[in-house]
């Protein structure tokens, strides 16, 4: 919680879809869907101060765009370091990629400006 008359911090979180393999729109939608959920899950017990901001806040999330895979691991090892929650999405295998693809990568939620150092750069889905 804010000190009374500062403000409070911003919470966003950050979906990064895997460009290269090529989701259909709905594919892609799912996949962050999935993202979202779990993700959610994890930093409830990591930083559950920081769910409970970014709930009270609107749930900012954002869909962004890596290229390639190596991309979306270097984007986890900076994560890792800055201490802000993250999970994989690996998808079943039923439609669109093979069992086990990773298909994104998402981080927070977290303090805005510090996953912005992780994600700020990426392209929009």
Do not use: N
């Amino acid at each position: 919680m804010a000190r009374k008359g500062a403000p409070e911090v911003a919470y966003k979180m950050s979906i990064v879809v895997r460009g290269e393999i090529r989701l259909s729109p709905g594919k892609a939608a799912v996949q962050v869907a999935h993202a979202a959920v779990l993700l959610t899950q994890v930093a409830a017990r990591r930083h559950p101060d920081w769910v409970d901001g970014w709930l009270r806040q609107g749930q900012k999330k954002i869909a962004l765009r890596a290229l390639t895979l190596a991309e979306l691991e270097a984007l986890e090892r900076q994560a890792d370091r800055l201490g802000l929650p993250t999970v994989w999405v690996e998808d079943a295998g039923l439609t669109e990629v093979a069992p086990g693809t990773r298909t994104c990568l998402g981080i927070g939620p977290a303090p805005e400006t510090e996953l912005d150092r992780v994600t700020g750069s990426l392209p929009l889905l």
